[in-house]
C-alpha cells in the first residue's frame, strides 16, 4: 500500500523547508552570545568548520582541523566555544552569505560593520598578542556587535 499523492506532497514541502530555515540564520550572533545557546554553537562551529575546509580545499584530516575538532567535542567553556564560532566565522564566507541574505536592510549594514571590525581588528589582536584571552576576545566581539 502506498501513501496518497497529498502525504507525499506534504513532506516535500515540509523537508523544503527546513533546508530553507537551516539556510535562514536571523539575529546568529545575539543568539550565539546566549549561555543557553552553547550546544548549538558547538554544532555550528562544526559546521562552518567544515564549510571552511570545503572553502579553501583544507583536507578534513588536516592535524589542525582534527585538533579543532576534538576541541569541540570536548567540555569546553561557553567562552571557550564562543572564541572559535567567532573565529571561524572571520573565515567563513558561507555563513557570512547566509547572514546576510536573512537579515533586513538595516541589520545588513550592521553586520557588515561587525565583519569588518572582525577582520580588520578583532581577530588580528587576538591572534597576535599573548596577553589575549578567549574571555577577553568574546568580551570584545560582544562589545563590537553591540556598537556595529
Known amino acids: 500500500?502506498?501513501?496518497?499523492?497529498t502525504c507525499h506532497g506534504n513532506k516535500k514541502r515540509k523537508s523544503a523547508n527546513t533546508d530553507s530555515q537551516r539556510d535562514h540564520l536571523p539575529h546568529l550572533i545575539s543568539r550565539v552570545l546566549l549561555p543557553i545557546n552553547q550546544e548549538f554553537c558547538k554544532e555550528f562551529?562544526?559546521?562552518?568548520?567544515?564549510?571552511?575546509c570545503s572553502l579553501y580545499g583544507?583536507?578534513?584530516?588536516?592535524?589542525?582541523?582534527?585538533?579543532?575538532?576534538?576541541?569541540?567535542?570536548?567540555d569546553m567553556s561557553?567562552?571557550?566555544?564562543?572564541?572559535?564560532?567567532?573565529?571561524?566565522?572571520?573565515?567563513?564566507?558561507?555563513?557570512?552569505?547566509?547572514?546576510?541574505?536573512?537579515?533586513?536592510?538595516?541589520q545588513?549594514?550592521?553586520?557588515?560593520?561587525?565583519?569588518?571590525?572582525?577582520?580588520?581588528?578583532?581577530?588580528?589582536t587576538y591572534m597576535s598578542q599573548q596577553e589575549s584571552t578567549p574571555s577577553s576576545f568574546v568580551h570584545a566581539c560582544a562589545d563590537a556587535w553591540s556598537f556595529a
Open 1 to 5: 500500500m502506498s501513501i496518497p499523492t
Open 45 to 52: 562551529c562544526s559546521q562552518s568548520l567544515q564549510n571552511v
Open 58 to 74: 583544507v583536507p578534513s584530516e588536516h592535524p589542525t582541523v582534527l585538533a579543532i575538532e576534538e576541541c569541540l567535542a570536548s
Open 78 to 106: 561557553s567562552t571557550e566555544t564562543l572564541s572559535f564560532f567567532f573565529v571561524l566565522l572571520n573565515i567563513d564566507m558561507t555563513v557570512k552569505e547566509r547572514m546576510m541574505q536573512s537579515e533586513t536592510e538595516a
Open 108 to 124: 545588513q549594514q550592521k553586520i557588515a560593520n561587525f565583519f569588518m571590525n572582525l577582520r580588520k581588528h578583532l581577530v588580528c
